[in-house]
């Protein structure tokens, strides 16, 4: 079992900047792929941003340009640097681990809210 903590997440102004990290534990090396997800009330639980074991990175539309997925295999964290945050970017994030692919998630954190105010 993989278990997923997310932290980082808070209040902040528009334009302003959060660092999300999410630590991964348990039976870790199945992961390739991690990910993190936001859900907005009312919308689509949506992949943000991810990256592979090889650091490969894929971003949404939305955040290009503004957020960075970085990844340190070694104390098995995964970061999300969210910048010049908008008010539309106000979610729960969710951390995610894939086996393969990250739009197939086989492990969930609880979520960090994260509030952009305006």
């Known amino acids: 079992q993989v278990q997923l903590v997310e932290s980082g997440g808070g209040l902040v102004q528009a334009g302003g900047s959060l660092r999300l990290s999410c630590s991964a534990s348990?039976?870790?090396?199945?992961?390739?792929?991690m990910g993190w997800y936001r859900q907005a009330p009312g919308k689509q639980r949506e992949l943000v941003a991810s990256?592979?074991?090889?650091?490969?990175?894929n971003y949404a539309d939305s955040v290009k340009g503004r957020f960075t997925i970085s990844r340190d295999n070694a104390k098995n964290l995964v970061y999300l640097q969210m910048n010049n945050l908008k008010p539309e970017d106000t979610a729960v994030y969710y951390c995610?681990?894939?086996?393969?692919?990250?739009?197939?998630?086989?492990?969930w954190g609880q979520g960090t809210q994260v509030t952009v105010s305006s």
């Open positions: 995610s681990a894939s086996k393969y692919f990250a739009l197939f998630p086989d492990n």
């Open positions: 348990g039976s870790i090396f199945s992961i390739n792929v």
């Open positions: 990256i592979s074991s090889g650091s490969t990175t």
